[in-house]
């Protein structure tokens, strides 16, 4: 008997692991949801005023605050952002030559 458990290598990209359709777009909502949390939290707002100022409902804020991203665009993240007093800045550039996709990710300052 065999204690040996098979392990594979993650692509660094948990949505794409797991075969999802969209697995880059899938992992830039999850990092705009995860600022979004990170934001409310820090300022410590509670869950009524952090739904007024994004402009969203509690119950859809709990689902944004819990990861459940269903109906959630990535505009709509974009706009959390801003109504948090965020700027968001898109920059598109060449991919490196020793990349063989071009790749979308997020980038915090």
């Known amino acids: 008997m065999s204690d040996d458990i098979a392990v ?3 692509s660094g990209n948990v949505f794409a692991d797991l075969d999802l359709e969209q697995p880059e777009e ?3 909502n999850a990092e ?3 600022r979004i949390r990170q934001i409310v939290e820090r300022r410590k707002l509670s869950a ?3 739904a007024q100022i ?4 509690e119950p859809l804020l709990t689902r944004l605050v819990r990861g459940d991203l ?3 665009s990535t505009d709509r993240l974009l706009r959390c952002l801003t ?3 965020r700027d968001v800045q898109i920059i598109i550039k060449p991919k490196p030559r020793s990349q063989k996709h071009g790749r979308i990710s997020v980038v915090t300052t």
């Open 8 to 10: 594979t290598p993650s």
């Open 26 to 28: 899938e992992l830039v």
């Open 32 to 34: 705009l949801t995860l």
């Open 48 to 50: 009524g005023k952090a």
């Open 54 to 57: 994004l402009g969203v409902s």
């Open 70 to 72: 269903r109906g959630l």
């Open 83 to 85: 109504a948090l007093d």
